[in-house]
C-alpha cells in the first residue's frame, strides 16, 4: 500500500525505515524492548531477563537500539563502572506496540498450538 504523505517506505529496499523495522522486530530486539519497558537495567540484569540471550548478541542488540534512537545508554565513572540501559520516549512508544502484540500472542499461544499440532498431524511436520 502506497503511503504517498509518508517519507519513507519500509517495503523499499533503499528505505532506511527498513533497518529500524529489523532491529525492533528481530527476536533480540523486540525483547529486549520489551524488558527495558519495566524499567532500567544494567547489562547483565536485562541479559538474565531476556533468557537466552548472548551477550555478543546483547550488545549488538543495544548498540542498534540505541543508535536508533531508541534505547539510552548511561554510563557512569564510577569504580566499577556502571552502565545503565533504559527506554526513550520513542522506544518506550514502540515497546507498547510491541508488548501490546506479545500480550496478544500469549493469549492465543493454545490456538497455534493446536494449529500446529493439526498442521504436523496432517503434513508429517516435526
Not at 57 to 82: F, I, K, Y
Amino acid at each position: 500500500m502506497d503511503s504517498p504523505d509518508l517519507p519513507y517506505d519500509v517495503f523499499s529496499r533503499q528505505c532506511s525505515s527498513r533497518s529500524t523495522l529489523e532491529h525492533v522486530t528481530g527476536r533480540w530486539g523486540a525483547l529486549t524492548l520489551g524488558a527495558l519497558h519495566d524499567g532500567t537495567f544494567r547489562f547483565n540484569e536485562l541479559r538474565r531477563r531476556v533468557d537466552g540471550v548472548s551477550e555478543k548478541m546483547l550488545s549488538q542488540t543495544l548498540h542498534a537500539l540505541e543508535r536508533d534512537g531508541l534505547v539510552r545508554r548511561d554510563a557512569q565513572p564510577t569504580n566499577p563502572p556502571r552502565v545503565d540501559y533504559e527506554l526513550t520516549a520513542l522506544g518506550r512508544q514502540i515497546a507498547e506496540r510491541l508488548l501490546a502484540l506479545i500480550h496478544f500472542v500469549e493469549g492465543r499461544q493454545d490456538e497455534v498450538l493446536k494449529a500446529q499440532e493439526r498442521y504436523d498431524a496432517t503434513r508429517g511436520g516435526r
